[in-house]
């Protein structure tokens, strides 16, 4: 690893592939992860490649969402790395922070939280209302966007957002535009929200 490449932090790779997923890793999947660099029956490392990360996305889609549209696959990571990212000791702590901020406050500081999580992650916001803004990101951490979609969804949710839309745009291979709009809700009520009238704008597996 050399100081100019995109690094991404052992924490972010634990809350997915450690927390989220522990359950949903078969044999032949932790052997297809463990020859591309995650092997996840030792002690992680400090850091992995961008590549590196993205070779293990997309084999966690392949296997653990086996026969799902990519888009969709993609998605339901973000959600789960949110949700297992929140459960964290350090992602608790945070998340009764940011649930009393909301989430238009949340996602206004969003590019710390991803700074937290790699070397590399730039955000830059446009608000277009009280409950609705742009927000793009000079590199979205997978082959496909909508991998952060689900990610940004789950977070709005989860401070308090409802019937949240995640949509990408300007989807370069690298950056993209991400329109985000939500209602809000009480707090609470995130934590036990169910598919509704948005569910037809997420590509879920």
């Given at each position: 690893?050399?100081?100019s490449?995109?690094l991404v932090?052992?924490?972010?790779?634990e809350a997915?592939?450690?927390r989220?997923?522990e359950n949903?890793l078969?044999?032949?999947c932790?052997e297809?992860?463990?020859?591309?660099?995650?092997?996840?029956d030792?002690?992680?490392?400090?850091?992995y490649t961008?590549?590196?990360?993205?070779e293990?996305l997309?084999?966690a889609?392949?296997?653990?969402y086996g026969?799902?549209p990519a888009?969709?696959a993609?998605?339901?990571l973000g959600?789960?790395?949110m949700?297992?990212y929140?459960?964290t000791f350090?992602g608790?702590a945070?998340?009764?922070v940011v649930?009393?901020?909301?989430?238009?406050r949340?996602l206004l500081?969003s590019?710390?939280?991803?700074?937290?999580?790699n070397?590399?992650s730039?955000v830059e916001?446009?608000?277009?209302g009280?409950?609705s803004?742009e927000l793009?990101?000079?590199?979205?951490l997978?082959?496909?966007?909508?991998?952060a979609?689900g990610?940004?969804?789950r977070?709005v949710?989860?401070?308090?957002?409802?019937r949240?839309?995640?949509?990408?745009e300007?989807?370069?291979g690298t950056?993209?535009?991400?329109?985000?709009?939500w209602?809000?809700?009480?707090a609470?009520?995130?934590l036990?929200?169910?598919d509704?009238d948005?569910?037809?704008?997420?590509?879920?597996?």
């Amino acid at each position: 690893m050399t100081s100019s490449e995109k690094l991404v932090f052992t924490q972010t790779v634990e809350a997915l592939f450690v927390r989220a997923l522990e359950n949903r890793l078969t044999p032949a999947c932790r052997e297809h992860l463990r020859r591309a660099g995650l092997d996840l029956d030792q002690k992680l490392e400090r850091a992995y490649t961008l590549e590196q990360w993205k070779e293990f996305l997309r084999i966690a889609a392949g296997h653990v969402y086996g026969g799902v549209p990519a888009e969709a696959a993609y998605y339901s990571l973000g959600e789960r790395f949110m949700d297992a990212y929140f459960g964290t000791f350090f992602g608790r702590a945070l998340l009764g922070v940011v649930r009393l901020a909301g989430p238009r406050r949340m996602l206004l500081r969003s590019g710390m939280g991803f700074r937290a999580g790699n070397n590399f992650s730039v955000v830059e916001i446009v608000e277009r209302g009280p409950t609705s803004l742009e927000l793009r990101m000079n590199d979205v951490l997978a082959d496909l966007p909508t991998f952060a979609a689900g990610l940004l969804a789950r977070a709005v949710e989860l401070c308090g957002g409802a019937r949240v839309v995640s949509i990408p745009e300007e989807f370069d291979g690298t950056a993209a535009t991400f329109h985000i709009r939500w209602s809000e809700t009480p707090a609470e009520a995130a934590l036990t929200a169910t598919d509704d009238d948005s569910g037809a704008s997420r590509p879920r597996a």
